[in-house]
Nanobody
């Protein structure tokens, strides 16, 4: 069974930085690296949204709201995905999740809370 474990969330002041990590277990590396991966976030009262994606070929894409501030990366040797978040804003406050960039592995992790104070 696939498990996704997100970490790295914290309480930071506006303008600060965080680096999120996601470890994907339960699937072989050959499967992991064939899948595009994404970081999603869900703020209170809002739907989950995809904020950053990285394809199997390492092409990245970002939501307009985070473009230029967030950077997604992946390590196919460790089955991990990272999200470097700079110049954080209060509106970035949310629970952050990782999963496939299209659909899901059938389950979601617990997410990691990011809170940005003004």
């Amino acid at each position: 069974q696939v498990q996704l474990v997100e970490s790295g969330g914290d309480l930071v002041q506006a303008g600060g930085s965080l680096r999120l990590s996601c470890a994907v277990t339960g699937i072989p590396g050959t499967i992991f690296r064939l899948n595009g991966m994404g970081w999603y976030r869900q703020a209170p009262g809002k739907q989950r949204e995809l904020v950053a994606g990285i394809t199997s070929g390492f092409t990245t894409n970002y939501a307009d709201s985070v473009k230029g501030r967030f950077t997604i990366s992946r390590d196919n040797l460790k089955n991990t995905v990272h999200l470097q978040m700079n110049s954080l804003k209060p509106e970035d406050t949310a629970v952050y999740y990782c999963n496939k960039d299209r659909g899901s592995f059938g389950s979601w992790g617990q997410g990691t809370q990011v809170t940005v104070s003004s």
